[in-house]
C-alpha cells in the first residue's frame, strides 16, 4: 500500500505531527483558511446584491423598472422593431430596403402597427406622454441626450428588461443595448409613452 496518499495521519497509522514532537502545521493552514473564508464572505456580502440586481434588471433604475405589462399593441411594436436587428444604419432611413437612423427605427415600428408617431427625434422627443424615467415599459421611446447626434438627441423603442433597440450611427447596425450601462444612463433624459 502506497503510504504517500494524503490521508489524516489516524487513518494511516502513522503518529501525528503533534506526536512526533514536531511543530503543528495545521495551526498555519487553518489561519489561511479562515481568512480565506472571511474574504470569501466579504465578497459575497457586497456582489451578491450587485448580482441580483443585474439580474432583475434593476441596475439603475431601481424597483420601478418594467411597472407591469405594456399593452400587446406595444409588445408588438417592439417585436416589430426586433425584427430588424442587423439592419444597417441610414441617415433618413425609414424601411428595412434603405436601413434605418434612429428615428426611422421607431417610425417604422409603430408604423408597422398601425400607431402614427412623428417622423423626426425632435418631435418623437415629444410625442407621447411624459414617464418617469425609472419607470419605462415596452413600447417606450427612450430619449438621450448625445452631442454626436443630429440637433443632439438620440431615440430608441425601449424593450423591456432594462433594454433597449435602436439605431446607433452610420457604420452601426440595429441592436439592443443595456439601459443599466453608465453611458446611456448618463444621456437619459426623457422617456416617452405612446400607448398606453
Known amino acids: 500500500m502506497n503510504t504517500n496518499i494524503f490521508l489524516p495521519s489516524a487513518i494511516q497509522n502513522k503518529p501525528s505531527l503533534a506526536a512526533r514532537g514536531k511543530t503543528h502545521a495545521c495551526s498555519a493552514h487553518n489561519a489561511t483558511l479562515a481568512r480565506l473564508s472571511l474574504a470569501a464572505l466579504v465578497r459575497v456580502a457586497i456582489l451578491a446584491p450587485l448580482f441580483l440586481a443585474l ?9 420601478d423598472l418594467d411597472p407591469g405589462p405594456a399593452p400587446a399593441k406595444a ?14 444604419y441610414r441617415l433618413g432611413g425609414a424601411s428595412p430596403a434603405k436601413g434605418f437612423d434612429c428615428s426611422g427605427l421607431i417610425w417604422w415600428a409603430y408604423q408597422q402597427n398601425g400607431v402614427k ?8 422627443a415629444k410625442s407621447g406622454k411624459s414617464v418617469a424615467k425609472n419607470s419605462p415599459r415596452a413600447g417606450d421611446i427612450v430619449v438621450f441626450r448625445l452631442k454626436d447626434s443630429p440637433r443632439g438627441l438620440h431615440t430608441g423603442l425601449y424593450a423591456g428588461g432594462g433594454s433597449f433597440i435602436h439605431s446607433p450611427r452610420r457604420g452601426e447596425k440595429v441592436r439592443m443595448e443595456s439601459l443599466n450601462v453608465s453611458y446611456w444612463q448618463d444621456r437619459l433624459i426623457a422617456v416617452r409613452r405612446v400607448l398606453n
Open 55 to 63: 439580474l432583475s434588471g434593476c441596475g439603475f433604475f431601481g424597483k
Open 117 to 124: 408617431v412623428p417622423r423626426i427625434t425632435q418631435d418623437q
Open 75 to 88: 409588445q408588438n411594436v417592439v417585436r416589430s422593431a426586433y425584427s430588424q436587428m442587423g439592419k444597417n
